[in-house]
Structures are given as C-alpha cells and as structure tokens.
C-alpha cells in the first residue's frame, strides 16, 4: 500500500513497494516513483496522477517496472477549502519468484 499527503507531495510507501521501484527510504517524492517506470509510461503516470490531485477521483494504471508488469489502484480525497487532500492505494504486481 502508499499514500501520499498533498500538502507536502511526499509519498509512504510499503516495504515491498519500496523495492519494487528502487527507492532508499518508504518516503519520497512522485518522480522517485515514476523514475522506475519504463520511459514511454513516465507521461502517462505523471499525467493520471496530476489529474487525481486536482478532484477527488479513483484511478488505476498498469507500467512496466524493474520486476516486470505493475498495476497501481488509487484514490484521492480533497478538501478545497484547508487545501488539504490525500491519495492512497496499492501496489500490484506478479510474483516471478516461484
């Protein structure tokens, strides 16, 4: 699972999610995310996710990562008037390791 605080734009992310998309410590920054998708998905994401920070939305999208196929399954919430918000979801992906 991840979420992210849209006051601040930082991400929390789980452990596992954490090694899938390379990252040195469960908190960062959106394009410490995306950096690990594969270049021609990079807009795309970017672009989805862009989108869910400017209305209470659900989205999804399917990239390709360092460990083969990811799908992330999301929502975000916004409060207008506090100029809060926040996105949550998962993380899913196939498990090559058998």
Same mark, same amino acid.
């Given at each position: 699972?991840?979420?992210?605080?849209?006051?601040?734009?930082?991400?929390? @992310?789980?452990?596992?999610?954490?090694?899938?998309? +390379?990252?040195?410590? *469960?908190? #960062?920054?959106?394009? =410490?995310?995306?950096? !690990?998708?594969?270049?021609?998905?990079?807009?795309? @994401?970017?672009?989805?996710?862009?989108?869910?920070? +400017?209305?209470?939305? *659900?989205? #999804?999208?399917?990239? =390709?990562?360092?460990? !083969?196929?990811?799908?992330?399954?999301?929502?975000?919430?916004?409060?207008?008037?506090?100029?809060?918000?926040?996105?949550?979801?998962?993380?899913?992906?196939?498990?090559?390791?058998?």
């Amino acid at each position: 699972g991840w979420h992210c605080d849209l006051s601040t734009g930082i991400f929390s @992310v789980g452990e596992m999610a954490q090694h899938i998309h +390379a990252l040195e410590q *469960s908190l #960062c920054g959106l394009l =410490d995310i995306i950096r !690990g998708y594969a270049e021609n998905h990079r807009k795309i @994401v970017l672009s989805i996710l862009e989108e869910a920070t +400017a209305s209470a939305s *659900s989205f #999804c999208y399917c990239t =390709d990562a360092s460990t !083969g196929p990811l799908y992330c399954i999301g929502t975000s919430s916004i409060d207008a008037k506090a100029a809060t918000g926040r996105m949550q979801g998962i993380f899913a992906f196939s498990n090559t390791d058998r």
